[in-house]
């Protein structure tokens, strides 16, 4: 069954002329980073309302840097797992278009693809809130939280937090990308935060062919999902790009 969907898959790609994937935390839970939501989930440890809205960073920059600082540790360590890399074959293979990512780790960067789009920013880069320097991740300090800036003023992740807009191209282009692709691929994602639940609807609404691919059911599967996949990113991934590949070199078998 799920052999047939992965072929299926496969051949819906190699079909299409423009395919996308909108990813979320799923797709690095193997590369060690927590997802949000489920069993060993960071909203089970922080809740997000007492941690992760603009204004308790405002108010409480320290009480969100207990939070940001564990997210940060656990995402400087970790390294592209299978399901990155295909994704950057399949985008070197001229059959993925772009990845719109809910991610904030950088791992589709670090695998190599080129044409990503960043909804809710990326934790590797930072800036201070009152003189808006920028500072790489991996130069703070968070021996005494939260960190500053050499003017004193307290230093944030480039992420969204709750509470606060996406930023606008990142809005624009990821609507642009849902309207013109044939296929959606959907790597580990809830579907429950919005706007980003909200591009797999576009995407259908405007013809596209809806993959999920995810270790659970989630409110798009049997609904917006053309057809659901069950199982890991870095497991389903590397076979679905395999077949493509072998098809893409050898067109006629
Ligand atoms: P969630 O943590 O809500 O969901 C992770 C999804 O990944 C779940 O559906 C899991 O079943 C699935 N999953 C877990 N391991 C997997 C694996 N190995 N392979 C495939 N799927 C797997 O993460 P997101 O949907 O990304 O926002 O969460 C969306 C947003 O909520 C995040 O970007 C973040 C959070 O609040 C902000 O911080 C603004």
Redesign the pocket.
Known sequence: MTEELISRAARDILQAKKVVAL?????S??SNIA????KG???EKYD?VEY?YIDVLIRNPGKTWILLSEMQKEILKAKPNP?HVSLAELERLGHLSSIIT???DGLHHEAGNKNIIE??GNHRDAYCMECSKRIKAEMISLESLPPRCECGGVIRPD????GEAIPHQALTQSHQEARSCNVMLV???????QP??SLPDIAKSHGAIIIE????A?AFTGYTSSYFIK????E?LPQIVALVKSASANPAA
């Open positions: 990813t979320g935390a799923g797709m839970v193997e997802p949000f939501r489920g989930g960071i909203w997000p992760a399901g809910q991610n904030v909804f809710h992420v969204v937090f709750f790597i580990g994602t809830s579907a429950e935060v980003a639940a691919i995810n270790i659970e989630t199982g890991k990113a870095g389903i």
